[in-house]
């Protein structure tokens, strides 16, 4: 299982056409406004499956996804970096450096200004609130201001800067801090997707679709917290996330028989045919949840 901060969106994007027209017609929302990208190396007549990610993604990947959307830039729909003295326990520093690390990968669609600094900088201080050495995050962050100009250096850097810190938390036998680190980054991916992607008041079949089969990813994320139940700070989140859950589980998602294919290696799901049984009333719960359990995370 991939780990660490996972976002949102997780399998909200990555392919080019996500409802097919029995889906389409089934919401009866128009779909010719939809605020994915599209895929200019792919054409109709290759495109013959759709993917859908059902575990967890680093925040490299993270950043590629956030590129594939045409997300407007709103920095106050973030968690300010003026907010991060106010994470003094470990467990919320964990819980904020992931929402901090899906931060980052948002704003660097928009390029390299002195924002994603920012949130650089604002990352290293919580890690070292963490107890974690000042050298997997200082040498990365000397790179990147030596040469700006290279994003994708930035994403390498700050990948790598994060697989250090999930692997000395881990050999530290701190496994349940990287777990909240990893539960707070997904929730943040979806609070920025629900609140800037779905539109309530004119939703998008498409959109819908996508935070629909974040119903594989909440199970994904649930399993992995679930190894850390002797932390009571994870414990709480897991109820947390169970009632999310609930929502989830009032709607199915149907594959035709012989035309899904499972590729457990990169974790995705492959099919040209999905039936989801979801609701608007349904996805807007689960917009309101999630937003309040963000809300949460970084206030309370």
């Not at 027209?21 to 190396?41: I, L, M, Q, R």
């Not at 993917?51 to 490299?60: D, M, W």
């Not at 990947?61 to 003094?88: H, K």
């Not at 045919?273 to 609701?279: G, H, N, Q, R, S």
Request: proline share 4%; hydrophobic share 40%; aromatic share 10%.
């Amino acid at each position: 299982m991939k780990t660490l901060l996972p976002l949102l969106l997780i399998s909200m994007i990555l392919t080019t056409e996500f409802c097919n027209n029995s889906t389409a017609d089934k919401y009866k929302y128009a779909t010719d406004s939809s605020p994915f990208k599209p895929d200019s190396a792919r054409t109709e007549a290759t495109i013959t499956k759709e993917e859908t990610y059902y575990g967890l993604l680093t925040p490299v990947e993270i950043c590629v996804i956030f590129n594939r959307l045409s997300v407007p830039y709103s920095i106050a729909t973030l968690n300010p970096v003026s907010n991060r003295d106010l994470y003094l326990s470990t467990s919320r520093a964990a819980i904020n450096t992931g929402i901090y690390g899906v931060d980052f990968g948002y704003l660097k669609m928009f390029g390299i200004g002195q924002e994603v600094i920012d949130y650089m900088v604002t990352i290293r201080e919580m890690s070292i609130k963490l107890g974690i050495p000042d050298h997997l995050l200082m040498e990365p962050l000397r790179r990147v201001e030596r040469d700006m100009a290279d994003p994708e250096m930035i994403t390498s850097l700050m990948g790598k800067a994060y697989y250090d810190i999930e692997n000395h938390l881990r050999q530290s036998g701190r496994e349940s801090t990287a777990g909240l680190m990893v539960m707070g980054g997904w929730v943040e991916a979806m609070y920025i997707a629900t609140q800037l992607v779905y539109n309530p008041a004119n939703p998008d079949a498409e959109v819908i679709q996508k935070i629909a089969e974040q119903k594989y990813t909440l199970t994904s994320l649930l399993s992995f917290m679930k190894n850390y139940y002797d932390d009571p700070v994870v414990v709480y989140y897991i109820k947390k996330l169970k009632f999310l859950n609930n929502y989830f589980d009032t709607f199915e998602i149907y594959f035709e028989e012989g035309d899904l294919e499972i590729d457990t290696a990169r974790q995705i799901l492959r099919s040209s045919k999905v039936k989801i049984t979801v609701t608007v009333e349904t996805v807007n719960k689960i917009r309101d949840y999630v937003a309040k359990l963000r809300t949460e995370m970084v206030i309370t």
